[in-house]
T-cell receptor, first 108, second 113 residues
Framework: SQQGEEDPQALSIQEGENATMNCSYKTSINNLQWYRQNSGRGLVHLILIRSNEREKHSGRLRVTLDTSKKSSSLLITASRAADTASYFCAGGYQKVTFGTGTKLQVIP | DAGVIQSPRHEVTEMGQEVTLRCKPISGHDYLFWYRQTMMRGLELLIYFNNNVPIDDSGMPEDRFSAKMPNASFSTLKIQPSEPRDSAVYFC???????????FGDGTRLSIL
């Protein structure tokens, strides 16, 4: 079963715009992770936020976590065509479970 | 550093044949995961190992699927006999602990005719 549900399922934006993806999860977690998957490749870990953190930054990525609402968001600022990919959240306690993914298209 | 290595990258075979997928995790990673990804069902966890021992195989769809990890540097996922509905991309991933970031291989794209 899926841990997280990403929203939206698909997102299309112009290069330079910001992209926001949301994730809602079901069970308790001790961290929430975001991954990117380029077409035909495996998932690549982007960023991890612990359950006692509310916000984390890494380059153009900003992740927030609201454990009371069991939700997280991933913001990609100043998007580039190379950001075109599927993005997954994953959370859990002893093991992580992946969500359904958001397919992001950045139009040059 | 070598990442997770999967072989073969592509496999096309006829239904009824045995299929063996191979994975070499990152050295020092104690956890190994096998996933299946399809358009319809998304990314599904099939089984995972800790220190070469299977911990949770509840995602293995049927008895036709089996997985082994004879040592810390090698794992196999076997399907026997294969069926067209087994067509998917199969990923192997490894991590240091069960809830730390996973490192994925590039997958095996399996087509059963």
């Amino acid at each position: 079963s899926q841990q997280g549900e990403e929203d939206p399922q698909a997102l299309s934006i112009q290069e330079g715009e910001n992209a926001t993806m949301n994730c809602s999860y079901k069970t308790s977690i001790n961290n929430l992770q975001w991954y990117r998957q380029n077409s035909g490749r495996g998932l690549v870990h982007l960023i991890l936020i612990r359950s006692n953190e509310r916000e984390k930054h890494s380059g153009r990525l900003r992740v927030t976590l609201d454990t009371s609402k069991k939700s997280s968001s991933l913001l990609i600022t100043a998007s580039r065509a190379a950001d075109t990919a599927s993005y997954f959240c994953a959370g859990g306690y002893q093991k992580v479970t992946f969500g359904t993914g958001t397919k992001l298209q950045v139009i040059p | 550093d070598a990442g997770v290595i999967q072989s073969p990258r592509h496999e096309v075979t006829e239904m009824g044949q045995e299929v063996t997928l191979r994975c070499k995790p990152i050295s020092g990673h104690d956890y190994l995961f096998w996933y299946r990804q399809t358009m319809m069902r998304g990314l599904e966890l099939l089984i995972y190992f800790n220190n070469n021992v299977p911990i949770d195989d509840s995602g293995m769809p049927e008895d036709r699927f089996s997985a082994k990890m004879p040592n810390a540097s090698f794992s196999t996922l076997k399907i026997q006999p294969s069926e067209p509905r087994d067509s998917a991309v199969y990923f192997c991933a490894s991590s240091t602990t069960g809830n730390q970031p996973q490192h994925f291989g590039d997958g095996t794209r399996l087509s059963i005719l």
